[in-house]
């Protein structure tokens, strides 16, 4: 239980998940948030008319206890800690789309401002692995990338798609801190250094992550999912209309275990369990949260939970007193067996109801109500279904039942394949029979658990039973082995060797594929539903496997899906896919004409910059001197030169966002080259591609991405 304790009312809008408190002087809490207009406001009410203004840090007029750093571009994340080992006090560190500020706000100085071409769209400050020193990391345009104090680069690394949350602690137990990641492609990885370890499969985008206590931690998605993982097990996870703006870990009830605190974007507080994800506590504000954090902002020895909401609203709540916190938990306690057994009562009621209606009708009625023959079962079948004119090509759940019963309705439950991961098929009462098929079109190669639960019952039934049952979808479902003969083969190929029989790839592609009947050899080719294709898998007698492929992010799936049920640590792989590597050189080729003219645009802004200067002081010597004619003269050149300005921004923006989604595309590529390795060859490649990369050395990138390695 929370009590409230103090509400302050700040008159500086936030952004949303931008709030971050910290000790910038090793004494004073401060709450620091990102606000409008490219500033960064830090309310520090503990040291009052000690601000000196710095060439950052300016007082805002509206609120004595609040000073305003102008970063003088949009911040896209913020956070504050210890950067610098045996640092008086915390370093703020404020990321936006090109650079990354370090930020001493004791001594009113920069620790360092670094340019960062992937931009940084989350942020963490801690220790990673055996790296000394604590590291200031940026997730951004599919990039990776830690600074220390200094700001050198001593971590970069690439993931799947844009990040959009971070956060560092002991995943594994071994008491060194890893990294989590999640990003737009709905995954959460865990890096350790620069492997990674672990991949967990969401169904939308990440947007926060928060370590809960030992190797248990939480998550938020963009469609309302918040959830708790222990490591790679889901614990639970619950679903809202509205959006989770913020998580945090709070121990609110003194049991010693972390309670999830979440804002959401309608202006709820709650506090869930970590172990079931019942609401213990719930608060509102007037607008959406901002952020949720924690520190001892009254100085009284206490840690406070401090909630914003982005009308600059401010609330700081304390767990309750012992004596009060006793009461409750023993009322609550008590209110939640009584409320379990009441709902158990109510369920066996209704239960006995429905019994007793059934036997009426059995004794009643010739035809009998809802009751159905003993051998009753729910029967499922899915089969592969290529496209017609009429309906895309999918895979075919069909339901029945095995006598003359009928399925009034079916409810199916999947994650990231239904939009509201339900689905629910209804029949007219014309259409009544006792099978169903239902079209599924998984838009990912992951394996999904369909729960299905079926209305059965007679003709003339009003009242039906409930069948549940479950069934997996398997990982590559979308693939038909039935294959058109004059389809042309495909010219990609990864091949690589492994030490083990072909009955265990066997055994891996009858559980990860979907075949009318099972396999006997390794040698076989689907034809890809979704995007069209040929897919050949093949095994010589020495242990050499050649995946035939032209999508080389299949390739990468099918390696590390073999990979993991074989439990290969390490493995090297030969590739070569020569459209998608064409492309790639055209991107790199683009992107040094973007950088060619990113450098052309900013020496002609400077240069028009320098006329303007000119210009204004020659149009108002002329005001000065009465020479009118010279003036308008003058100000209509400076009209022109502006006006060529802003268009030349102009051109400079839309260059930078070709540049953007340049680089994002060169980052993918080497993600999807090291996911044709495993264990030490995969991070081999990215950080060999990385080097290639910054010598600009094209031809060795391209032969890093074939070979796995540099040397010949």
């Not at 071409?117 to 055996?130: E, F, H, P, R």
Request: glycine letters at 8%; aromatic letters at 6%; charged letters at 20%.
């Amino acid at each position: 239980m929370l009590v409230p304790i103090f509400t302050l009312k700040l008159n500086h809008r936030i952004n949303p998940r931008m709030v971050t408190i910290g000790k910038f002087d090793g004494v004073h809490p401060c709450l620091t948030a990102a606000t409008q207009a490219g500033k960064v406001f830090i309310h520090n009410p503990h040291a009052r008319g000690q601000r000196p203004v710095a060439h950052r840090l300016s007082q805002s007029t509206q609120d004595s206890d609040i000073s305003l750093l102008n970063i003088n571009q949009a911040v896209s994340c913020l956070t504050a800690g210890t950067l610098r080992p045996n640092a008086i006090g915390d370093a703020l560190l404020v990321g936006s789309q090109t650079n990354l500020l370090a930020y001493d706000v004791h001594d009113n100085a920069d620790i360092f401002y670094r340019e960062v071409t992937d931009g940084a769209n989350a942020i963490v400050l801690g220790k990673l692995g055996d790296i000394a020193s604590p590291l200031a990391i940026i997730g951004g345009n599919c990039a990776l990338q830690g600074f220390d104090y200094e700001g050198n680069d001593h971590f970069w690394t690439v993931t799947g798609d844009n990040v959009r949350s971070l956060v560092l602690f002991d995943f594994s137990g071994d008491g060194k801190n890893e990294l989590l990641v999640g990003s737009e492609d709905f995954d959460i990885r865990v890096f350790k250094e620069d492997e990674l370890v672990s991949e967990m499969t969401e169904n939308e985008t990440v947007t926060s992550l928060c370590h809960m206590h030992s190797s248990r931690f939480a998550y938020a998605l963009a469609n309302g999912t918040v959830g708790v993982y222990d490591r790679t097990a889901r614990y639970w996870r619950i679903k809202s209309k509205n959006h989770a703006m913020s998580i945090h870990a709070f121990d609110l009830n003194a049991d010693g275990v972390v309670e999830l605190i979440t804002g959401w974007s309608n202006g709820k507080i709650d506090a869930r369990s970590d172990r079931t994800g019942d609401v213990i506590f719930k608060d509102n504000f007037s607008s959406s949260v901002a952020g949720v954090v924690e520190g001892d902002y009254r100085l009284d020895g206490q840690k406070q939970l401090i909630c914003t909401s982005i009308e600059g609203e401010v609330r700081g709540y304390l767990p309750a007193s012992k004596e009060l916190k006793g009461n409750l938990m023993d009322s609550s306690a008590g209110q939640d067996v009584i409320r379990e057994l009441s709902q158990r009562r109510q369920n066996l009621l209704l239960e006995l109801r429905n019994y007793e209606e059934n036997a009426k009708g059995v004794s009643d009625t010739d035809g009998g109500m809802g009751v159905i023959p003993a051998n009753t079962q729910l029967q499922t079948a899915l089969s592969v279904r290529a496209g017609t004119e009429a309906q895309k090509a999918h895979v075919e759940l069909s339901i029945s039942t095995p006598n003359e019963t009928i399925i009034r309705a079916v409810l199916i439950f999947a994650e990231g394949i239904f939009e509201g991961e339900s689905h629910v098929v209804h029949p007219s009462a014309q259409n009544l029979s006792g099978c169903i098929q239902v079209p599924i079109i998984p838009p990912k190669d992951i394996p999904v658990d369909l729960h299905i639960k079926a209305f059965v019952g007679g003709k003339t039934s009003t009242q039906f039973h409930v069948f549940e049952i479950t069934r997996q979808l398997p990982r590559f479902s979308m693939y038909d082995i039935t294959v058109n003969p004059t389809a042309a083969p495909p010219t990609g190929r990864v091949t690589f060797s492994i030490n083990d029989r072909p009955q265990r790839v066997v055994m891996w592609l009858n559980q990860n594929f979907l075949l009318t009947e099972g396999l006997d050899s390794p040698d076989v080719t689907f034809n890809s539903l979704r995007g069209g294709g040929l897919l050949s898998i093949s095994m010589s007698s020495n242990g050499q496997i050649t995946l035939s492929t032209d999508d080389i992010d299949l390739a990468g799936d099918l390696v590390q899906s073999l990979a993991s049920f074989l439990a290969i640590e390490d493995l090297s792989a030969e590739a070569d896919f020569p459209s998608y590597f064409e492309e790639l050189r055209t991107t790199l080729t683009e992107v040094d004409e973007f950088h060619s003219v990113h450098q052309k645009l900013t020496a002609a802004m400077a240069d028009h910059s320098n006329y303007i200067r000119n210009m204004l002081v020659q149009a108002e010597d002329a005001r000065l001197m009465g020479e009118m004619t010279t003036m308008k003269k003058r100000y209509r050149e400076l009209y022109d030169l502006n006006r060529d300005l802003i268009n030349e921004y102009k051109i400079r923006s839309n260059n930078h966002n070709a540049l953007l989604a340049c680089l994002k595309s060169v980052n993918q590529a080497i993600q999807r080259a090291s996911r044709l390795r495993v264990g030490k060859p995969k991070n081999q490649v990215i950080s060999a591609c990385r080097d290639a990369i910054k010598s600009n050395n094209i031809n060795m990138l391209f032969k890093i991405m074939r070979a796995g390695t540099a040397s010949s």
